[in-house]
């Protein structure tokens, strides 16, 4: 007996009616995207390993997949190295491509690649799937789609305020209730100065970037486990439960920075984007959190995340500002800043609240019933002058019975059924079902176009 067909854990198959409101969710993106100036691009899937390694950190670079070289992967490697098992030497030598792990790091290697050819400041977005080797749980894929928007070569703050003000469109419009959480990297430098840490910057944002996930008590373990000393881990906690407004979160980490010269510019930077969002207005939630590290090791400023409130998901959105990142493809000095929305994760929220318009379910408005040679060659005029002016529909391919035919319509959830039978075609009109409400009405080609317009 064959073995029944399946997909890798981590992965999914999208049916039609899934792809029509995967793709209400892109192009709802896309067209925010549009609206403040960003023009798309496109990478391969794969990348050479030399530009994804080492960008994520230790963590990240697990959880890239590798592909192995075409042909004999093992030249070049000796019976010795095998038995030896030396993972990350093997790796490089029957592995140089790997699937791209986000959207950022391909960006940064466009940039330099092309730097000849973009007008700076260069605002690009990309909606594209990526690849992790994680551990598959709700929320959480081993292949997904980010939708990116980047501003390369601009070190202002309005880039970050435009960019909170786009996620607080794009959720308006999905009728997603969201939180907009918002930290600087410089004040997690300056409270690792301020707590005598600054050279376990790494390891302090590592570990309290999971304090979501494991709680508090977790992250302290995880600190010790660094070597941080209970000293610094008790004068980091208040810091880690800070409670308030954002004007008030902003005046205690004033206070508590003063002498420390890097966080106190993060505070400063801070202040400006939440200034700056407030005096455009927005409907979502916009909260300082300081725990908010994001544990991608480019990140230098601005760190954005973004929570469900009404489901129990993981972040749905995140970005910030990576001042260095391009430096390490030979660009120092070209700042950048952006954002990803997580359309799975997205996808899922917008399923478990039944957040979609009712149009998004089927692309098809009218089906022409199959009468017979005749009136299928009538049907499929009238169906070409539909489509002419924008509407979709289809011709039933075979003359089938009436109620298989019907119950195609009603299994496609297809709003409107054009019987064309001899008779119509005399008098020169289309009997029109209603599928909801089983009216039916006479129409001609133009009056069909009209009400299906309306």
Not at 243 to 269: F, M, P, Q, R
Not at 302 to 324: C, F, Q
Not at 367 to 381: I, P, S, T
Request: hydrophobic content about 40%; some cysteine; proline content about 3%.
């Amino acid at each position: 007996m064959a073995q029944k067909p399946s997909i890798p854990k981590g992965t999914r198959d999208f049916s039609p009616v899934e792809m029509s409101r995967r793709n209400y969710i892109f192009d709802t993106i896309k067209r925010v995207f549009r609206l403040y100036g960003f023009q798309q691009i496109e990478t391969p899937a794969m990348e050479n390993l030399s530009t994804l390694m080492g960008k994520y950190g230790d963590e990240g670079d697990k959880l890239l997949f590798k592909i192995l070289n075409s042909g004999d992967f093992l030249k070049g490697v000796e019976d010795g190295e095998i038995a030896e098992r030396n993972l990350v030497k093997l790796t490089n030598k029957m592995c140089e491509k790997g699937l791209r792990y986000d959207l950022t790091v391909p960006f940064a290697r466009f940039v330099v690649q092309y730097r000849g050819q973009l007008q700076m400041p260069f605002k690009r977005y990309q909606i594209q799937p990526v690849w992790r080797a994680d551990r598959p749980q709700k929320g959480r894929y081993r292949e997904f789609y980010q939708c990116d928007a980047d501003v390369v070569g601009s070190d202002s703050l309005w880039n970050e305020i435009e960019l909170l003000s786009m996620i607080d469109m794009v959720f308006s419009e999905l009728k997603v209730r969201v939180a907009i959480k918002i930290n600087n990297r410089k004040i997690l430098s300056g409270i690792a100065e301020m707590i005598g840490a600054a050279d376990k910057i790494v390891d302090i944002t590592v570990a309290i970037d999971k304090i979501d996930k494991i709680g508090i008590e977790n992250v302290n373990e995880e600190l010790r486990s660094k070597d941080i000393s209970e000293e610094a881990i008790e004068k980091l906690r208040p810091l880690l439960e800070m409670k308030g407004s954002n004007e008030e979160k902003l005046e205690v980490l004033t206070n508590l920075l003063a002498g420390s010269e890097i966080g106190l510019k993060g505070v400063d930077e801070l202040r400006e984007v939440v200034d700056g969002i407030n005096n455009l207005g927005h409907k979502c939630e916009v909260e300082i959190d300081v725990s908010l590290a994001r544990g991608l090791n480019y990140y230098t400023g601005t760190i954005i995340e973004v929570k469900a409130l009404d489901v129990e998901i993981g972040s749905i959105t995140g970005g910030g500002r990576y001042d260095n990142l391009t430096g390490v493809f030979g660009m120092p000095g070209l700042s950048g800043v952006g954002i990803s929305f997580g359309a799975d994760r997205i996808y899922d929220v917008l399923n478990q609240l039944n957040l979609y318009p009712e149009s998004v379910s089927g692309s098809v408005k009218v089906l022409f019933v199959n009468f017979g040679e005749k009136e299928a060659r009538a049907a499929a005029v009238i169906a070409k002058d539909l489509r002419a002016a924008g509407i979709s529909c289809e011709l039933y391919p075979d003359n089938a019975k009436m109620k298989k035919q019907m119950g195609y319509a009603d299994a496609l959830a297809i709003p409107f059924v054009a019987l064309l039978g001899e008779s119509e075609i005399e008098e020169g009109v289309i009997n029109v079902k209603d599928m909801h409400t089983g009216e039916q009405v006479k129409l001609t080609t133009l009056e069909l176009i009209d009400k299906l317009k309306s």
